[in-house]
């Protein structure tokens, strides 16, 4: 069936440094993938989006790639901040919205 | 603009009481959606609706109804809350049934 899963449920990455979040998802007729942020007490917040006609898409400070054939979706965010701390979710569209359970983005000081 | 809210913030509940969660929206959207938050289980569809006047169920919809008289509005009701239903509540919309979506800030509910 469709699934949207995450393969760490934690990272802890060194301020400064990148951080690469994963996504793995099922369904191949999905055609649009999503990355929310969500802060501690917060509602999720879109960060970035691909359609599937696109391999790679770069925002400020964060590059979506994804790679069809293994059915794969990474974040990356580049010079990692404070203020990433947050949990990460990748979201997948075929009919509708399924979401992932979400990446803990730990920073270390 | 505000987006999209909700309210009440948080709420304590006994169990068998009823209550009605609001979301409100200002970006005229089509589709409301509503969510709920629990530990380890992600973010889980109750309810949805693609455009005003219409409804549908989503993956958890038992002991919630939803209703869409107009475009902005779209409450959550619990006719009769049971401790199960203790959760983080997340209204969210989008222009259409799958655009991006926006989510309001949340309603924390404890039903003791």
């Known amino acids: 069936g469709e699934s949207v899963g995450l393969h760490l449920p934690t990272l802890s990455v060194q301020e400064g440094d990148n951080s690469i979040i994963n996504c793995a998802y099922s369904?191949?007729?999905?055609?649009?993938f999503i990355w929310y942020k969500q802060e501690s007490g917060k509602g999720p917040q879109f960060i970035i989006d691909i359609r599937s006609n696109m391999d790679k898409r770069q925002g400020q400070r964060v590059t979506v790639l994804l790679n069809k054939t293994v059915k794969h979706l990474s974040l990356q965010i580049a010079a990692t901040q404070p203020g990433d701390s947050a949990v990460y979710f990748c979201?997948?569209?075929?009919?509708?919205?399924?979401f992932g359970k979400g990446t803990r983005l730990h920073i270390l000081p | 603009t505000a987006g999209i809210t909700q309210a009440p913030t948080s709420q304590i509940l006994a169990a068998g009481r009823s209550m009605t969660l609001r979301c409100t929206q200002d970006m005229r959207h089509n589709a409301m959606y509503w969510y709920r938050q629990d530990l380890g289980l992600g973010l889980r569809l109750i309810h949805y609706s693609n455009t005003a006047g219409t409804t549908g169920k989503g993956e958890v919809p038992d002991g919630y109804s939803v209703s869409r008289a107009n475009t902005d509005d779209f409450p959550l009701t619990l006719a009769s809350a049971v401790p199960s239903q203790t959760s983080v509540y997340f209204c969210?919309?989008?222009?259409?049934?799958?655009?991006?979506?926006?989510f309001g800030p949340g309603t924390r509910l404890t039903v003791t």
């Open positions: 369904n191949s007729a999905s055609d649009y």
């Open positions: 979201a997948e569209k075929d009919d509708k919205i399924i």
């Open positions: 969210a919309s989008s222009r259409d049934r799958g655009d991006e979506q926006y």
